[in-house]
Each structure stands twice: as structure tokens, then as C-alpha cells.
């Protein structure tokens, strides 16, 4: 069964540092997600991406953060200079379509420590 | 904007107990819910989802979940829990006709069955 992946699983920065977490979602989904879970807390949304643009934000993902496809199958996120408060699991997501079957598969995270 | 709560952080059972945990979330259009779960060490997967018809919907792993518009609520259900069952449980909402497909997740319940 088709998986979304995700690397590395966990990645150690120092503050001030960029950060580049790499996902590659499943290949005929054409809808790419970015969540974030802070240690104890709930799985917040950051960002939706379709047709190589942006098509949703929260107020999470300020100017710090950025996202990219660079190619026709990583999905890549951004933080230019990380804080202590970056620290979290970030989760990777796709789905097909844009209706009402808006299933999203999830990868498996990366654990990003801010020291 | 739309929220989920889940009233319960944590439940231990033992085997062959029933499982009920809830979900209520605050919307006042057509929801899409889903329940997503996050055994230890691994990615989330979907339980189940509801889109339309049926309120009561069975996903995987004898869960089911019954939506019921009039209370905001979509409890998940299992008759007899296994001690594989112990993981993160989070409900998930996306609001129809909002133009947004970012899911809001709730704060999750762990769940332990004991054997």
C-alpha cells in the first residue's frame, strides 16, 4: 500500500539554524499538507499546497516558514532561523482531491529538537 | 472557526472492556469528521471518516462511530477493546464550505488496555 515518507525522523538544530524536513506523499495525490504536534498538545495545521502554490495558512506558518516542491515528488518545509518553540513533530500529509474526500494520508513525522 | 474537544485525555481499560470516547466539535454548517489514531511509535492512521448517509460508520478493527448532528458529537466506539488497541486516538473535523481542507484535530485521548 502506497505510504507517505518522511525525512529524517528526527533532526537536532541548534536555535538560529535552518531546517529542512523532506516528505515525499503518495504519488497520484495532488493535495500535500504540513501539521505540527508540540510535545502534549494537539495536531495543529500549517499549510496546504496545490498546483505549486500555497492554497491555505494558519497563523502558525508566519514569514519563518516555507514550502516547496522541488521537484515532481518531495514536498519540502522550510524554517529559516528556528526558535526553542519550533520543537514539535511535524507530520506530512496528502490527499487526492479537493472534495468531499478529503482523506488525508499521514507520514510517519520528523522530530524536529531545538537546542 | 471550528474546534474539537475530546473530553477524555487518558482511559485505561482492561481486555474485552467497551470503549467510548468522545468527540464534540463546534461548527454550524456540514462537517466532514474522521478519527484518526497513532499507535506507539508510528504515523496516523484513519479509523474512520464521515462524509454523509449513514451516521453510524464502521472503520477498521471492529471501531465504529456515530455521528449525531443534533448534540455537535462523533463518539467512537468498540464493543471489546485488545490490548493492541493501546495507542492515540484523535478525532478530526473539516468544515464544508469553507474552501479551507485543513483538518482541526482534537487534543487526543490515550488509551491503555491492560491485559
Known amino acids: 500500500e502506497p505510504e507517505v515518507t518522511q525525512t529524517p525522523s528526527h533532526q537536532v538544530t541548534q536555535m538560529g539554524q535552518e531546517v529542512i524536513l523532506r516528505c515525499v506523499p503518495i504519488s497520484n495525490h495532488l493535495y500535500f499538507y504540513w501539521y505540527r504536534q508540540i510535545l502534549g498538545q494537539k495536531v495543529e495545521f500549517l499549510v496546504s499546497f496545490y498546483n505549486n502554490e500555497i492554497s491555505e495558512k494558519s497563523e502558525i506558518f508566519d514569514d519563518q516558514f516555507s514550502v516547496e516542491r522541488p521537484d515532481g515528488s518531495n514536498f519540502t518545509l522550510k524554517i529559516r532561523s528556528t526558535k526553542l518553540e519550533d520543537s514539535a513533530m511535524y507530520f506530512c500529509?496528502?490527499?487526492?482531491?479537493?472534495?468531499?474526500?478529503?482523506?488525508?494520508?499521514f507520514g510517519p513525522g520528523t522530530r524536529l529538537t531545538v537546542t | 472557526a471550528q474546534s474539537v474537544s475530546q473530553h477524555n485525555h487518558h482511559v485505561i481499560l482492561s481486555e474485552a472492556a467497551s470503549l467510548e470516547l468522545g468527540c464534540n466539535y463546534s461548527?454550524?454548517?456540514?462537517?466532514?469528521l474522521f478519527w484518526y489514531v497513532q499507535y506507539p511509535g508510528q504515523h496516523l492512521q484513519l479509523l474512520l471518516k464521515y462524509f454523509s448517509g449513514d451516521p453510524l460508520v464502521k472503520g477498521i478493527k471492529g471501531f465504529e462511530a456515530e455521528f449525531i448532528k443534533s448534540k455537535f458529537s462523533f463518539n467512537l466506539r468498540k464493543p471489546s477493546v485488545q490490548w493492541s488497541d493501546t495507542a492515540e486516538y484523535f478525532c478530526a473535523v473539516n468544515a464544508l464550505g469553507t474552501g479551507r481542507r485543513a483538518l482541526t484535530f482534537g487534543s487526543g485521548t490515550r488509551l491503555q488496555v491492560q491485559p
Open positions: 461548527y454550524g454548517g456540514t462537517v466532514n
Open positions: 500529509a496528502s490527499s487526492v482531491g479537493a472534495g468531499v474526500s478529503n482523506e488525508q494520508y
